[in-house]
């Protein structure tokens, strides 16, 4: 349960680990509000798709299991995007295409296929969970360094869920804003200066304890191949 | 009597950024005499920041500071920013422009001899896509001619009196061109266009073509002591000369004449200063021809059909990306061996 969580959330982090699902996380992440709503929308299909693969494992033929997956996973992100049209409007105007898109993000096809499909349901339930949590945490932070840089708000765009709420004005209202963070290289710029403090952190981490963690540290050192 | 073998001492690093410094000084002689010390000013302030920038990063990567602090590549790109971006830019523009050249684009990828890319024109690209209305206000001479250094200093560091900037400003140019020709009702050519600029001089930009042929004169002397081959600056003024040559040739109304092209905007220094970085160029002698030619064409198709006010820092990166390519295509033969 416990390494569950640690490899969803730092160890195996679907965006600074294992660089899956990025081409939602650098295209979404101007602000805040749009990075954390994408972020929820794609917890909500990974933990229900992590459910729904988990519990129908031993029926779902081997051979044609990719097929059926993505047949699940686009059922759910289905419902996700029908209920953000109808109870969220105008963010699901901002987000756009990339809600449907969550269909074709990496990271919820390898949880099915690499965990749903071979452990229980509670187990993979909470995979789904941490692994969207992890992705939601970092994109977060994405989002509000872009926003915070780019234009010196947060939550801008809370109205859309909110109405009664507004953003905050964190730089004076002078700061001349830094239009490159909100155009899409603050994105790259953004995603590489966090994969390289993840990187110096863990290499710190293991410097530090040269004999524990052994089995754990070797997961930063080899890169996936970088998908979309 | 000196006996054989006659062995070269390699130029220092140190020399070599010395010499490249003391190439530029005709430029920025002809620079202040036209347009008054506020360049000096945004120098001063760019050397001091690439200085501390270099030293905090320096300290941090647990390198020695001395010999990477007085090597003068900080220098050399710190002043190759303060020329190419507009004189009169705010303090903070010119501090952060050189901050991200010295940390991203230099440390980030390795520090001297690492980086793939011109750390002076990934500051300038990023700048101008950030904030293209203060690198697209470029003084006008008659303007500035009336300001005296107080009034620039004020300007610069946005002390009152404050004065607006579109009352000193006017579109350099490339930009009049540009906009001219793309203004479908006027239906101006270029020579009506050109008659009209307020600040003509006998080549471009009165006052600018004396600062690029003060480039010139450096970097011919760069090109004889040697500091630099012939084949980046030659091919890069021979391409853009070309292309926009063969357009003037074909339409005079609507492509302006290739002297034109050398001597506007930022042509000269990056023919001698900025294409020639050791680093971030080819290194082949035919690399050298592709790449500088590949610069001028980009630089020529984006201030001709573009929407930014000079195409050169794009056109550097993009064939920055190309360089490890042309290299490895370029390998010259060794000698004895079949290619």
């Given at each position: 349960?416990?390494?569950?969580?640690?490899?969803?959330?730092?160890?195996?982090?679907?965006?600074?680990?294992?660089?899956?699902?990025?081409?939602?996380?650098?295209?979404?992440?101007?602000?805040?509000?749009?990075?954390?709503?994408?972020?929820?929308?794609?917890?909500?299909?990974?933990?229900?798709?992590?459910?729904?693969?988990?519990?129908?494992?031993?029926?779902?033929?081997?051979?044609?299991?990719?097929?059926?997956?993505?047949?699940?996973?686009?059922?759910?992100?289905?419902?996700?995007?029908?209920?953000?049209?109808?109870?969220?409007?105008?963010?699901?105007?901002?987000?756009?295409?990339?809600?449907?898109?969550?269909?074709?993000?990496?990271?919820?096809?390898?949880?099915?296929?690499?965990?749903?499909?071979?452990?229980?349901?509670?187990?993979?339930?909470?995979?789904?969970?941490?692994?969207?949590?992890?992705?939601?945490?970092?994109?977060?932070?994405?989002?509000?360094?872009?926003?915070?840089?780019?234009?010196?708000?947060?939550?801008?765009?809370?109205?859309?869920?909110?109405?009664?709420?507004?953003?905050?004005?964190?730089?004076?209202?002078?700061?001349?804003?830094?239009?490159?963070?909100?155009?899409?290289?603050?994105?790259?710029?953004?995603?590489?200066?966090?994969?390289?403090?993840?990187?110096?952190?863990?290499?710190?981490?293991?410097?530090?304890?040269?004999?524990?963690?052994?089995?754990?540290?070797?997961?930063?050192?080899?890169?996936?191949?970088?998908?979309? | 009597?000196?006996?054989?073998?006659?062995?070269?001492?390699?130029?220092?690093?140190?020399?070599?950024?010395?010499?490249?410094?003391?190439?530029?000084?005709?430029?920025?002689?002809?620079y202040?005499w036209f347009f008054g010390?506020a360049i000096?000013?945004?120098?001063?302030?760019?050397?001091?920041?690439?200085?501390?920038?270099?030293?905090?990063?320096?300290?941090?990567?647990?390198?020695?500071?001395?010999?990477?602090?007085?090597?003068?590549?900080?220098?050399?790109?710190?002043?190759?920013?303060?020329?190419?971006f507009p004189p009169l830019a705010?303090?903070?523009?010119?501090?952060?422009?050189?901050?991200?050249?010295?940390?991203?684009?230099?440390?980030?990828?390795?520090?001297?001899?690492?980086?793939?890319?011109?750390?002076?024109?990934?500051?300038?690209?990023?700048?101008?896509?950030?904030?293209?209305q203060h690198l697209s206000q470029w003084p006008s001479l008659p303007a500035v001619v009336q300001m005296d250094?107080?009034a620039q200093?004020?300007m610069?560091?946005?002390?009152?009196?404050?004065q607006t900037l579109d009352a000193l400003t006017m579109a350099t140019p490339l930009d009049a061109l540009?906009t001219a020709?793309?203004?479908?009702?006027?239906?101006?050519?270029?020579?009506?266009a050109w008659?009209n600029y307020p600040a003509a001089g006998?080549?471009a930009d009165r006052g600018r073509e004396w600062v690029?042929?003060?480039?010139?004169?450096?970097?011919?002397?760069?090109?004889?002591?040697?500091?630099?081959?012939?084949?980046?600056?030659?091919?890069?003024?021979?391409?853009?000369?070309?292309?926009?040559?063969?357009?003037?040739?074909?339409?005079?109304?609507?492509?302006?004449?290739?002297?034109?092209?050398?001597?506007s905007g930022?042509?000269?220094?990056?023919?001698?200063?900025?294409?020639?970085?050791?680093?971030?160029?080819?290194?082949?002698?035919?690399?050298?021809?592709?790449?500088?030619?590949?610069?001028?064409?980009?630089?020529?198709?984006?201030?001709?059909?573009?929407?930014?006010p000079?195409?050169?820092?794009?056109?550097?990166?993009?064939?920055?990306?190309?360089?490890?390519?042309?290299?490895?295509?370029?390998?010259?033969?060794?000698?004895?061996?079949?290619?």
């Amino acid at each position: 349960m416990n390494d569950i969580s640690k490899n969803g959330l730092w160890q195996q982090n679907a965006i600074l680990v294992q660089l899956l699902g990025l081409c939602p996380v650098l295209a979404i992440s101007t602000t805040l509000v749009n990075a954390v709503s994408l972020g929820l929308a794609t917890i909500l299909v990974m933990l229900l798709a992590n459910l729904a693969i988990a519990s129908l494992r031993t029926l779902i033929p081997y051979e044609i299991r990719i097929p059926v997956f993505v047949l699940i996973i686009a059922a759910l992100v289905t419902v996700v995007d029908l209920s953000l049209n109808a109870f969220l409007h105008d963010l699901y105007v901002m987000l756009g295409i990339f809600i449907p898109l969550i269909v074709t993000n990496c990271i919820v096809l390898a949880r099915v296929e690499a965990f749903a499909a071979k452990n229980g349901l509670a187990a993979a339930t909470l995979d789904g969970a941490m692994m969207g949590v992890g992705f939601l945490w970092v994109i977060a932070l994405i989002g509000g360094l872009r926003e915070l840089i780019g234009q010196g708000t947060l939550f801008s765009g809370i109205e859309m869920i909110f109405p009664s709420l507004t953003h905050i004005q964190l730089l004076p209202a002078d700061y001349p804003g830094f239009l490159v963070m909100m155009l899409p290289p603050g994105a790259f710029f953004t995603l590489g200066l966090l994969i390289a403090g993840r990187n110096w952190l863990t290499a710190r981490t293991k410097q530090r304890l040269p004999n524990q963690h052994m089995e754990a540290a070797p997961s930063a050192e080899k890169t996936p191949p970088v998908a979309a | 009597m000196n006996n054989s073998p006659y062995l070269h001492k390699a130029a220092s690093v140190q020399s070599v950024m010395l010499r490249v410094l003391l190439a530029l000084l005709p430029g920025i002689a002809a620079y202040v005499w036209f347009f008054g010390a506020a360049i000096l000013l945004q120098i001063a302030l760019a050397s001091l920041t690439a200085f501390a920038a270099e030293a905090v990063v320096l300290k941090l990567r647990g390198k020695p500071l001395r010999p990477f602090l007085t090597d003068g590549s900080a220098l050399v790109t710190a002043w190759l920013i303060a020329l190419s971006f507009p004189p009169l830019a705010p303090w903070w523009l010119i501090v952060l422009a050189t901050a991200i050249a010295m940390v991203v684009a230099k440390h980030l990828y390795g520090g001297l001899g690492q980086n793939p890319f011109n750390p002076a024109m990934v500051a300038f690209a990023l700048m101008i896509i950030a904030y293209p209305q203060h690198l697209s206000q470029w003084p006008s001479l008659p303007a500035v001619v009336q300001m005296d250094f107080a009034a620039q200093w004020a300007m610069i560091f946005n002390l009152p009196p404050t004065q607006t900037l579109d009352a000193l400003t006017m579109a350099t140019p490339l930009d009049a061109l540009r906009t001219a020709l793309h203004n479908a009702e006027s239906k101006t050519t270029i020579a009506s266009a050109w008659a009209n600029y307020p600040a003509a001089g006998h080549l471009a930009d009165r006052g600018r073509e004396w600062v690029a042929a003060g480039y010139l004169a450096g970097g011919v002397w760069l090109m004889q002591q040697r500091i630099i081959t012939w084949h980046l600056p030659i091919a890069f003024i021979a391409t853009l000369g070309l292309a926009a040559g063969t357009a003037h040739l074909i339409n005079p109304a609507e492509f302006a004449a290739p002297l034109f092209h050398l001597f506007s905007g930022g042509a000269m220094l990056a023919a001698f200063f900025i294409i020639t970085d050791p680093v971030s160029a080819a290194t082949t002698p035919y690399g050298k021809l592709i790449f500088a030619a590949g610069v001028a064409f980009i630089t020529w198709i984006i201030r001709c059909f573009g929407a930014y006010p000079d195409g050169i820092a794009f056109a550097v990166l993009l064939m920055n990306m190309c360089v490890p390519l042309i290299d490895m295509a370029t390998q010259p033969r060794v000698f004895g061996h079949k290619k």
